[in-house]
């Protein structure tokens, strides 16, 4: 056999299997084995990283990466940046807050153009799913986007409307015809109202857990009906959970993920005025985030993503009911998560199933997801025991708004390899194409 490439050691190796000690051997942009960690190996270069772990680079699922229209809140350069410094090395864009939307191929030949050469990770692409656009969701899905984002309540900008039920049932419907995926953020218009009052208190109260249920609920209804495969987005009430377990008890192809910012943070601790706390659905009690723990231990949800919805500065004005409702968090979600995991129980082997492995299987990403033979070389360092003072300025984030700003975070990411190359000059990511 020829050299390997890069072999990277360590005691603390996450396989799909757990932690192991382990000397990953990378031929080309792939793992081509898992040895011993003390195994011999001839390899152009190689890296022990002992007792530091070694974690499968992330897959963030729900980004906002907001280019072209809207690039000065962010972009493919500092997205991707902020991805790799956070040990995600595949994202996929969501198809709002750029200009156009992605809702036809046309719209996403421009973003494709306007993302060329800029990416620091593997990217993907959603689709959306709009009033009027049923005929080029197919189109779409043959042009290689992962799936298809949808909202049923008003989405906070004006050229991505709401789908009503029967646009839905008909969306599901064509989408269940060619196998693809709707991926839905799920808040019933009926049930949120307008904040009385510039609090967050208020600003909670107008959108309660009741209108996460209700939505859900149709979601779940429309999904058994049409055979559609649908995904919940960025669960934030605990309501929603006996829904979803139910439905997955009836076989009804359903599933959900959280974020970190409703596994970390609580209504409690919000300060006043500090918007960049705002996001929709809310960060609710610190009893639902205990909840929502509980849900993601027993596999109700399945994926943790950052929901990254950033915007600039401005936009944050000192008022619930008028800021911009977005958590930016692209490069912190693996330690904020990890702070908390392993504060209850957890291990990185939970992290990594949940930040890691699960979106890459709903985006039907192969070779993503897992340090196994074959899979692409997406590797992490990490140090699980670091404690990092966040400092929203430093970030890569091209706006410094975050409400981790001020936090101390355990875990540092060190080291970030991209199909075997380290992610530290030139972006070499890819985009990430083609029909399931």
Request: glycine letters at 10%.
């Amino acid at each position: 056999m020829t050299p390997y490439d890069l072999v990277v050691r360590s005691r603390r190796t996450v396989t799909p299997e757990g932690e192991r000690a382990a000397a990953v051997a990378v031929r080309g942009e792939r793992i081509a084995a898992l040895h011993d960690y003390t195994a011999p190996l001839e390899a152009a270069e190689d890296v022990d990283l002992r007792d530091l772990a070694l974690l499968p680079g992330l897959v963030d699922s729900h980004v906002h990466v907001n280019e072209p229209g809207r690039t000065h809140w962010e972009g493919f350069d500092s997205a991707t940046r902020a991805a790799a410094a956070g040990g995600v090395t595949t994202i996929v864009d969501m198809p709002l807050n750029s200009l156009p939307p992605t809702v036809s191929t046309e719209a996403l030949e421009v973003k494709l153009r306007a993302a060329e050469g800029q990416c620091h990770v593997d990217t993907a692409f959603w689709g959306g799913a709009v009033p009027g656009n049923l005929k080029d969701l197919r189109p779409l899905h043959e042009r290689g986007v992962r799936g298809f984002k949808c909202f049923l309540s008003p989405s906070g900008v004006d050229e991505f409307p709401p789908l009503g039920a029967d646009e839905l049932r008909a969306a599901l419907t064509e989408v269940a015809g060619f196998g693809g995926l709707m991926v839905v953020h799920a808040e019933d218009p009926a049930l949120l109202g307008e904040p009385d009052g510039p609090g967050y208190r208020a600003f909670l109260d107008s959108r309660p857990g009741a209108a996460e249920r209700s939505a859900v609920e149709r979601v779940v209804r429309l999904a058994a009906e049409t055979g559609c495969r649908a995904h919940v987005l960025h669960v934030s009430s605990a309501e929603c959970l006996n829904v979803l377990e139910a439905a997955r008890a009836e076989g009804v192809p359903v599933s959900a993920e959280t974020c970190p910012h409703y596994l970390t943070l609580a209504a409690e601790q919000v300060p006043e005025g500090e918007t960049a706390y705002k996001c929709c659905p809310p960060i609710r009690s610190g009893h639902n985030r205990d909840l929502l723990w509980d849900g993601l231990a027993r596999g109700v949800l399945s994926c943790v993503v950052s929901d990254h919805s950033p915007s600039t500065a401005d936009l944050k004005v000192p008022d619930f009911a008028a800021a911009w409702g977005g958590i930016a968090s692209l490069q912190l979600g693996l330690a904020a998560v990890w702070t908390e995991a392993a504060r209850r129980g957890h291990t990185l082997a939970d992290v990594t199933r949940w930040m890691s492995a699960a979106p890459a299987e709903l985006a039907a990403l192969p070779g993503k997801g897992a340090i196994a033979a074959g899979n692409d070389a997406d590797l992490v360092a990490f140090d699980p025991e670091a404690d990092t003072l966040i400092d929203a300025a430093r970030l890569h984030h091209k706006n410094p708004v975050t409400p981790y700003h001020g936090r101390t975070l355990k875990g540092a990411v060190l080291t970030t390899w991209l199909r075997g190359r380290p992610v530290d000059g030139a972006p070499h990511g890819r985009f990430l194409l083609g029909a399931r």
